[in-house]
Structure formats: C-alpha cells, structure tokens
C-alpha cells in the first residue's frame, strides 16, 4: 500500500503495517539508510503530501520525519494536539495493544480547508536485527518547530573537537566517537541515541567549527552528519575524487571496512578563500563497530586541514 493510495482508515492501517513489514526485511545499514532516504522523499511510495511515515523510540524520541527532518531527535511526548490530548501516550497505548488508530486535532496553517480533526496509526515492531522495540507512525502531522532538542550529557572525551590539532589528536577523537556512537545504539530502545546525535551537532566537546563527526555504511549511505543532518539516509559520491584524481571517499570507507586508518586527501576548506577548485591539504581518520545481528559495520570518522 503506497501513501498516494491510502483513502480511508483501512488503507492508512495497510499503509502503516506496510512498513512495519518492510522494516522487518532489513538487515543491512545501508537498506535501512536508503529506507531513511524514500521515506523523506515527497512523491515515493512512503510519502505523498501529507502522509508519510515516523519512526520512535518507546521515550517518545522522533528516529524519522518523513516530512521534516528538523523534527528528528527532538522528543513528542509531552506535546498535545489542539484539544489538550497528549497524543504519544495515544500512539503508544494503541502500538502496544497490537495496533490502533489514534484521532487527534490540529489545525494546519497552510491547509485552510484541511479538517481539524485528524486519524493516525500506530504499531510496534521488534527490529529483526536489534531486537529492539520501535514505534511506527503513519497519518500523524503537527508543528514541532517549538520543541528543544534535548542533549545527552555524554562523559567528555580524552581529547575533544577543538583540541584537534594533528593524526594523533584527531585519532583518538575519532576513537572517542566511535564508542559514544556504538554504546547510543546500545542502549535500551535505542533511548540514548537522539541525544547523543544531538550532543555530536553542537558546538561543544564533539563538534567544534569545521572539526565534525560523520557516520557511513560500507555503502556509502549517510548515517548521521555532524553539520548537515538533510544528507541522513542518501549517498554519497563514492568517485569523487580530489585535485590529483585520488577517490578519497573510496579510501576512507575501505579505511573503515577494514578496522581503521588515515587517508589524506585535497578539499575544499570553509575557512580559507579561494582553494575551492584545488582544495586544501586534509587527513582524514575513520574507525568503525559492528552492532549485534547486523552484517555491516558502522563506520564513523573525522577529518581537519593540516600540511601533508
């Protein structure tokens, strides 16, 4: 069932359980990246319009947005809707009973004829590679620009973003990351992960100006963007090559596939004018982890401009 077909309530529940079994499917980092991808794609068969799909955690913390990506890592459970109705606790009483929809009321904006009244589905499913238990949400759309983006008060690293000055330094950066990212996806329902995600965006012991975390699958599909979070669950330019026609993006995932390691490479640095046809001198690291039941790593690194 398409979201471009869903008509009525039988549709949006066959819409919603859709993806609960294709999500079931998955084993692979890079299929359930490239899920990620279709699923904030407008005009996919998981997203026409208005009706698209959300993933969470059992906290409440938003995994997916298929309509606005900014709303990920942000956390639903204390909103209401216009009536006063908390509307998580709605979607989590009816996932946990096997299945249910939930009415809600919101007033769109944008959408004068839209009615105010509104019908939603949820499920649980129980990851087939995690063993973890998640939210499915179809047919649920509000504005959530107002909520905060809670940050996880993670132990500060041995060495943080801005004491990134040379290979060892952004080694044992990249190392530090590593863990902190590994033991988010370990936690119990994956509740420690949108807070990490967030503490890994701001400016602070993990991101500090140009000197950022990214995670790849072996794939190359995007994981997780330090600063440009839009690219989540698309890929990347796995021949782009640099000024003397080096694949660095090649090299670096190999780097990773493989344990880990340096790569140095030419791009183009934010901060110094003018070196964006030839680049500037950069190295880069990677290191990676594998997670229990999935059969791709992911592989997690940094980079900084240096001499080489």
């Known amino acids: 069932m398409a979201a471009s077909d869903v008509v009525d309530r039988e549709t949006l529940r066959d819409f919603v359980e859709g993806g609960v079994s294709h999500f079931l499917s998955l084993t692979n980092l890079s299929d359930i990246m490239a899920f990620k991808g279709l699923v904030q794609t407008e005009g996919s068969e ?12 059992l906290d409440g913390s938003i995994i997916w947005h298929g309509d606005d990506p900014s709303a990920e890592n942000k956390n639903l459970a204390a909103v209401e809707d216009s009536s006063g109705k908390k509307v998580f606790e709605e979607f989590l009483a009816k996932a946990k009973s096997g299945g249910g929809f939930v009415e809600y009321h919101w007033d769109d904006p944008t959408r004068p004829d839209d009615p105010l009244r509104k019908l ?12 973890k238990t998640l939210l499915l949400v179809g047919g649920y759309e509000q ?42 996806y370990l936690t119990e329902n994956y509740t420690g992960l949108s807070g990490t995600k967030n503490a890994f965006r701001a400016e602070g012991d993990w991101r500090s100006g140009s000197t950022y975390v990214w ?4 794939e190359g599909i995007i994981v997780f963007h330090g600063s440009e979070p839009h690219r989540e669950g ?11 026609g080096f694949q660095f993006v090649q090299a670096l995932i190999s780097a990773g596939t493989t344990g880990s ?35 791709s790593p992911f592989i997690v690194g940094s980079g900084i401009y240096v001499g080489i």
């Open 215 to 218: 995670v790849v699958s072996d």
């Open 234 to 244: 698309k890929p990347v330019n796995l021949d782009r090559e640099d000024v003397n």
């Open 143 to 184: 504005d959530l620009s107002h909520l905060p983006y809670p940050v996880a008060d993670l132990p500060r690293p041995e060495v943080t973003a801005s004491e990134v000055v040379d290979r060892e330094t952004l080694r044992i950066f990249v190392e530090e990351s590593t863990k902190a990212f590994q033991s988010a």
């Open 120 to 131: 939603s589905y949820a499920a649980t499913y129980d990851s087939a590679w995690s063993g």
């Open 261 to 295: 390691g340096y790569v140095e490479y030419y791009y183009d640095d934010p901060a110094i004018e003018g070196d964006e046809e030839i680049g500037s001198p950069k190295v880069g690291y990677v290191s990676s982890f594998m997670l229990p039941g999935l059969n």
């Open 46 to 57: 998981w997203n026409s319009g208005p009706l698209f799909l959300m993933l969470l955690t």
